[in-house]
């Protein structure tokens, strides 16, 4: 069916056309009339026009001012002017809207039908267009997932250049860098960890396509690649090299955002880790550290450069047991290590009991990974001579027992410097922000020109502050605005008013509510007590 709609302020002249193009085509299409202007808008809202005649001189709104309304909500409508006028004005305004034509007053029957038949063809094409649009949108539906996958793979995997190449022209990618993300699903966190249940996997299929239109609409443009075990990794394309604080501070936001949004829909628990960026062919290293963020930290969501030790998570052989070990080096955590190592150090003995050379071996590739681990966190220095007696020592445990001592030794030594070196940069981080708040507490300062200042999201941040002090931001910054308004109101000689401006709080009556609040006493009774 055709709808066609005929404006015309002309009662006789709409009958007429109306009784025109009914008698011709009165089976295949739907006929509605206006008078005025705001007439054939409003009907134009419900009726969705395919065809449209329109007059140009109506009561109120004119013809023109009525389709440029009416295009704003409808595109696809095709536009004839009826006219007596032969301006040429309303003409260029008319082939700026788009009108199929300008036909002259009056119109006789055969002109009249000529045009609609004309109008209904060019309806027919418009419709085939659409849908072949449509049908090809469909298929790229199914196979962009397929080649975005792909390309995932090719980055994870260390494919050839050119295949990556090959990918970027399918998935037309013409910026030259990107940052990867990993999103990781459980049940339940478990110690800031995520549980995830053989069945979640089954679960995970269901949910990838909801997960992936949702990462797609949180953030763009990026490429969502498969499900792999529990987790789905994402590259995020971006066009410069460096990105700045705050364009940091707001990906860690958005991806934040996106968690919660993804606990919302889906049933699970999530987490996230954020890669640095690097060029596109390099994404595999912004892949290891977003798994590095995820496995170094028990937030919810973390970028690589908030984190504080860059400790390598290696998920290879021999599992599990190695995971835990390594966990607890990176963590600090002695007791534990102690605990995973010698479980190792005896499947070890266990399954090759006559294979020395291999387990020493093994222990010599765990320290010197240990060591890297403490390298890259910045806990020891590296010199070329450092290991020089390191193969000597294993070769001269002639046994395993005297081998386990020396590895459990140096792997020790390793997770308590690890364990210090983390205490004290945390330590660093907490006291340059008390500092800064010390020297800044007069001013409107907030949480984020804090965390800038140290150079570490707003939320990392926020959450190394509250376990080093024991108080969260606003506690800190209300004591010692509190404390040094204390000392203020001993001087007689400054007002109550001056020492609210000079702690930091540009209301009287609100510093005032909130030193009783944290004194039991109001500033004027504490003035009156201890004031000299």
Known sequence: ????????????????????????????????????????????????????????????????????????????????IISAYDKFDYAKEAIDLGVEKYLMKPISKKTILSVVEEAMTKVDKNRRQRSDQLRIQEKLETVIPVVESGFINAILFQNEIQD??????????????????????????????LVSPVGMNVKAQEFYPELRELVKAAISPCIVGPLMSNCISFVVLHEEREVPYEERIEIVENTRALATRLERRLGAKFRVGIGKIHPIEELSKSYREAVRALTGSRSRVIHIEDMQQNGVYDEAFPGENEQRLFRCLETGDPDGLIQELNAFFDWMVRHYPDDLNNIRLKVLEYIMRAEQIAFEAGAVNYGFSYRKDYLDIAMSCTDYEDL???????????????????????????????????????????LDEVSREVNISPYYFSKIFKEESGENFIEYLTRIRIEKAKEMLENPSLSIKEVSAMSGY????????????????????YKARYGK
């Not at 990556?164 to 960890?193: H, K, N, P």
């Not at 030594?413 to 708040?437: G, M």
Request: aromatic share 12%.
């Open 404 to 446: 386990r001592r020396w590895f459990q030794e140096k792997m020790v030594s390793i997770c308590c410097t690890l364990r210090d070196q983390k205490e004290e940069q945390s330590d660093s981080i907490v006291k340059k922000a008390e500092a800064y708040i010390q020297e800044h507490f007069d001013k409107d300062i907030s």
């Open 506 to 525: 540009s209301d009287p009556n609100y510093f005032s509510r909130l030193f009783k609040k944290q004194t039991d006493m109001t500033p004027r009774e």
């Open 164 to 193: 990556i190449s090959y990918y970027r022209q399918l998935l037309d990618i013409d910026t030259e860098y990107g940052y990867m993300a990993v999103i990781q699903f459980g049940t339940d966190y478990e110690d800031g960890r």
């Open 1 to 80: 069916m055709y709808r066609i709609l005929i404006a015309d302020d002309e009662g006789i002249m709409l009958e007429s056309l109306r009784s025109s193009i009914s008698s011709q085509f009165g089976g295949v299409c739907e006929i509605e009339t206006a008078k005025t202007g705001r007439a054939v808008i409003e009907k134009a809202e419900t009726f969705h026009p395919d065809i449209v005649f329109m007059d140009i001189h109506m009561p109120g709104i004119n013809g023109i001012q009525a389709m440029k309304e009416i295009r704003k909500f409808n595109t696809a409508a095709l536009f004839y």
